[in-house]
């Protein structure tokens, strides 16, 4: 199975606040584990990504949590901002698997 | 740095009309994809190439085909559109795919196209 479940869908959080979007994946082979992020109206950007050999990614306030045996990964941004509201999609792929995204999470950060 | 662009950013079609969504890369990636984006359904792989003159199908290449006679450019063609085709598309383009690189994806500012 090739499937990227992602939850929740949409997710509203206060400034300051954290947010965390979770994303399941079935295929055992998958060795790399981006995040994306798009603005309204432009393409999705790299964000930050994990491979798993670690169980934790941290790059300023956006973090990759990564627990292998349970075939899960989450992103947490941590002190969330209003310039962070954005649509967030995970995506799991590697070895001879094509990159396959989530359903993507639509974050608004109230101020 | 132009990286990917796409034309056109929009386009109304009727049904049965047939076009093309242009995409070409300016980094000299091997790779590039062409992703639909519908609300709620993630990004669908369409069609992917991995050099010049050798193209892929993805998971939902029916009613499109493409074509990649250079390493900058992607055409999407679009035959007998059909209101199911209404939906944003993203042309994208890597250095490469595989586990020994990020295999990181930069993306176009996508094509919404309606089909009426």
């Known amino acids: 199975q090739q499937q990227v479940k992602q939850s929740p869908q949409s997710l509203i959080v206060q400034k300051g606040g954290i947010s965390i979007i979770n994303c399941a994946y079935e295929?055992?082979?998958?060795?790399?584990f981006p995040w994306y992020q798009q603005f309204p109206g432009k393409g999705p950007a790299l964000l930050i990504a994990i491979r798993p050999d670690v169980s934790e990614k941290k790059e300023g306030r956006f973090t990759i949590s990564f627990n292998k045996s349970a075939k899960q990964f989450s992103l947490h941004i941590m002190d969330s901002q209003p310039g962070d509201s954005a649509t967030y999609f995970c995506a799991a792929g590697g070895g001879s698997s094509r990159l396959t995204f989530g359903e993507g999470t639509q974050l608004t950060v109230n101020p | 740095n132009a990286g990917v662009t796409q034309t056109p950013k929009f386009r109304i079609l009727k049904i049965g009309q047939s076009m093309t969504l242009q995409c070409t890369q300016d980094m000299n990636h091997n790779y590039m994809y062409w992703y639909r984006q519908d609300p709620g359904m993630g990004l669908k792989l369409i069609y992917y190439?991995?050099?010049?003159?050798?193209?892929d199908k993805g998971e939902v290449p029916n009613g499109y085909n493409v074509s990649r006679s250079t390493t900058e450019d992607f055409p999407l063609r679009l035959e007998l559109a059909a209101p199911s085709q209404t939906s944003v598309y993203f042309c994208a383009s890597s250095y490469s795919r595989g586990p020994l690189t990020s295999g990181e994806l930069f993306f176009g500012e996508g094509s919404r196209l309606t089909v009426l």
């Open positions: 190439s991995v050099g010049a003159g050798i193209t």
């Open positions: 295929n055992t082979a998958f060795d790399y």
